[in-house]
């Protein structure tokens, strides 16, 4: 979240050059560049936990991910230690995508299966909606700095202040896992199958992990759109001040914070697709009107009602939709299959989503052509409702 909010900051300070635009665009691509090490690493982490335990997954990738925050955080800027600053923050940006290819799978599955009967939807809408508190605590943290501190000093260090304050949580992370149980779905499997076998399940079950990529690519576009994009697109496409956009993301990420296991709650009574298909609609209808409402007026009071719609779509349908995925998947490879899902639709829409709305309102000079990219995502997301195979709902309810 913080390499997405102060993209402008961290491309200043590592990839410095005569235009401001190539500046961005390079920290939004180092930015999105980390996201193409996710499905490799959904395989081979996913594999890990598929054989060792979603305990034992789950503390690897805090381990990995933490080299990667140290190496942002630390590392001095290009004015000190030239080309190798950014090398060694691209090689941070490509750890943390790998670890990350796991992550969101290790963790949707590990709820999934401590769940209580008839709760799943509302258990694994905490995965997604515990980002939410990354999201609010890394733009209240932006909130304050941009009200005390210069904009030249924030530029020059004051972007490293939240990215250390996440190295400092880290050690009670590794507690928190530490006292994790194993889940009695995974203990209860006799057989633990080997690397090349679970390999062999995800080319078999490849229609299944294509929905999936469908599916997550509406999720990943929008969150990424109204969270980590949110701050650069106010300040450089919309000219509003930077603590106005800060202010916003933080109601975005109260937003998502409360619909979010609301709406995971809804899907355990009434189903998860009435949930999918009402919100990739939506999207579809809305989206791009939305945008040209707040780029024909902008204020704080516009971006402010347009992110919040487009969050409550957001929550509405990654509140069905992650709990689907973990329910369509093959149990022998539930945490591999999801995790490859996840991370393909990010590595090639989500995570590219700042910098693709960067570029296409730079060549079309249209600043609502982000809304089309996100109707582009609720198509994919509609098409994959519709192709799935749901469960029957009472096994929904009483799985």
């Given at each position: ?9 961290i491309?200043?300070?590592f ?19 980390g ?20 305990r ?5 990738t ?11 955080a ?12 950014p ?14 290819g796991m992550?969101?799978?290790?963790v949707s599955?590990y709820l ?17 909606g ?20 210069p904009p ?10 939240p990215?250390l304050?996440?190295?400092?949580i880290i ?5 928190l896992?530490w006292s994790?149980q ?26 299944i ?16 759109m ?22 916003v ?8 914070l409360?619909w979010?296991?609301v ?25 791009y ?10 204020s ?20 069905a939709?992650v709990?689907f ?9 539930r945490?591999?299959?999801?995790a ?16 693709i ?6 060549i ?9 990219w ?7 997301g509609?098409v ?12 929904q309810?009483?799985?």
């Amino acid at each position: 979240m913080v390499f997405g909010y102060y993209a402008s900051s961290i491309g200043a300070a590592f990839f410095p050059s005569g235009n401001p635009f190539v500046s961005l665009m390079l920290s939004l691509m180092t930015f999105g560049a980390g996201f193409l090490m996710r499905p490799l690493g959904a395989v081979v982490l996913g594999a890990y936990a598929d054989q060792h335990g979603r305990r034992a997954g789950l503390l690897l990738t805090l381990s990995l991910m933490s080299i990667g925050i140290f190496s942002i955080a630390c590392t001095p800027g290009y004015g000190t230690i030239g080309l190798l600053a950014p090398l060694i923050v691209l090689t941070g940006r490509l750890l943390q995508g790998f670890s990350a290819g796991m992550e969101l799978g290790g963790v949707s599955v590990y709820l999934s299966e401590i769940a209580t009967p008839g709760h799943k939807g509302f258990y694994v809408s905490w995965q997604s909606g515990s980002q939410q508190v990354a999201v609010m605590f890394a733009a209240l943290v932006g909130v304050v700095l941009s009200s005390t501190l210069p904009p030249e000093r924030m530029i020059i260090w004051g972007w490293r202040v939240p990215l250390l304050i996440g190295c400092l949580i880290i050690p009670f992370l590794f507690r928190l896992r530490w006292s994790l149980q194993e889940t009695d779905e995974f203990i209860a499997r006799k057989h633990r199958p080997s690397r090349l076998t679970i390999v062999r399940s995800l080319s078999a079950n490849w229609r299944i992990v294509l929905i999936g990529t469908l599916m997550v690519t509406m999720t990943t576009v929008s969150f990424y759109m109204i969270t980590a994009y949110t701050p650069t697109f106010g300040t450089s496409v919309l000219h509003l001040a930077a603590v106005d956009s800060l202010i916003v993301t933080l109601c975005v990420g109260a937003s998502n914070l409360f619909w979010l296991p609301v709406m995971g709650a809804l899907s355990d009574r009434i189903g998860r697709p009435p949930l999918l298909l009402t919100c990739t609609i939506l999207m579809l209808l809305t989206a791009y009107p939305a945008m040209l409402w707040l780029v024909d007026a902008p204020s704080f009071s516009r971006l402010l009602a347009a992110e919040l719609w487009l969050s409550f779509i957001y929550s509405g349908y990654n509140g069905a939709m992650v709990v689907f995925l973990t329910e369509i998947m093959p149990v022998e490879v539930r945490t591999s299959a999801f995790a490859l899902a996840y991370s393909m639709a990010a590595a090639v829409f989500g995570g590219f989503t700042p910098a693709i709305s960067t570029y296409l309102i730079h060549i079309t000079q249209n600043r609502a052509i982000p809304g089309l990219w996100l109707s582009f995502a609720a198509a994919f997301g509609l098409v994959a409702t519709l192709w799935a195979r749901p469960l029957p709902r009472s096994a929904q309810v009483h799985e």
